[in-house]
């Protein structure tokens, strides 16, 4: 009788470890499918957010010129959270190691901003577009050279307060 009772047992425990494995395969089953749907999905491109980047760029310019600090303030947040966009979805990417060197740059316009100061806006402007042209010169990119824009890059912004 105990040999029943202990064949019963093991099988017993020997069925509950066949479920456990054909869960366990069929959960892994599924997280390879998604880690290779994950792998496939859409991840926005260096190119794509520099060229935000620059859109931005340009209207902080007017922004700024315009002495509209609220427009001005909303576009270098704009373009700080690009950067941190392209450090996070960007981060196998050589050129992302440089980055970083534009922080000081965009404090010192987030300060002239702060103190509505147009003066030191342009300083800091043009020293933003600097370190812009030296990393895209550091990368291997100097050819694409960005300068303070002479029009604004949307006909159908007020750049001035109303």
Not at 12 to 41: E, H, M, P, Y
Not at 107 to 125: E, G, H, L, P, Q
Request: aromatic letters at 10%; a negative charge; hydrophobic letters at 40%.
């Amino acid at each position: 009788m105990k040999i029943i009772y202990c064949s019963l047992l093991f099988l017993l425990f020997a069925a509950c470890n066949t479920v456990g494995d054909d869960t366990d395969q069929q959960q892994q089953a599924q997280i390879n499918l998604l880690k290779k749907q994950l792998s496939r999905s859409y991840r926005p491109g260096m190119g794509e957010f520099m060229l935000g980047i620059q859109m931005h760029h340009e209207k902080l310019w007017f922004a700024g010129q315009a002495r509209n600090w609220l427009l001005a303030d909303f576009e270098i947040d704009e373009i700080e959270e690009a950067i941190n966009n392209i450090k996070t979805y960007n981060a196998d990417r050589y050129e992302v190691n440089s980055i970083s060197m534009i922080e000081p740059d965009i404090d010192s316009v987030n300060n002239a901003i702060i103190n509505k100061d147009t003066a030191m806006f342009r300083s800091a402007y043009i020293q933003l577009t600097n370190t812009c042209n030296g990393c895209h010169f550091a990368t291997r990119h100097g050819f694409n050279t960005i300068k303070i824009p002479d029009t604004p890059p949307v006909s159908d912004q007020a750049f001035k307060i109303q």
